[in-house]
């Protein structure tokens, strides 16, 4: 059974921070690429990171240089560090785990920016 458990999310002020962490069983996570993607309230969910099996991360553009991902494999924890938070950033974010044509989501940890 597999299960991708996020926590971390919360509410902070616009120029804070906040870590997230995305806890994976029942996968062989080294295999899998890990990603971090959000849905605000009337939109879809888009990507925000991505970082591959081989340890490489790409970020959409509204994010660069902001947050970093990262992922422990000893840990089976695939990590977003979000710094200089925006209002924008506020969104439901969900963790997901990527094989070939293999798709796990997590439930998802809400993560509010006050302004």
């Known amino acids: 059974q597999v299960q991708l458990v996020e926590s971390g999310g919360g509410l902070v002020q616009a120029g804070g921070s906040l870590r997230l962490a995305c806890a994976a069983s029942?996968?062989?996570?080294?295999?899998?690429?890990m990603g971090w993607y959000r849905q605000a309230p009337g939109k879809q969910r888009e990507l925000v990171a991505r970082?591959?099996?081989?340890?490489?991360?790409n970020y959409a553009d509204s994010v660069k240089g902001r947050f970093t991902i990262s992922r422990d494999n000893a840990k089976t924890t695939v990590y977003l560090q979000m710094n200089s938070l925006k209002p924008e950033d506020t969104a439901v974010y969900y963790c997901?785990?990527?094989?070939?044509?293999?798709?796990?989501w997590g439930q998802g940890t809400q993560v509010t920016v006050s302004s």
């Open positions: 029942g996968i062989i996570f080294s295999f899998n690429h």
């Open positions: 997901n785990a990527n094989l070939f044509d293999y798709d796990f």
């Open positions: 970082i591959t099996s081989g340890g490489n991360p």
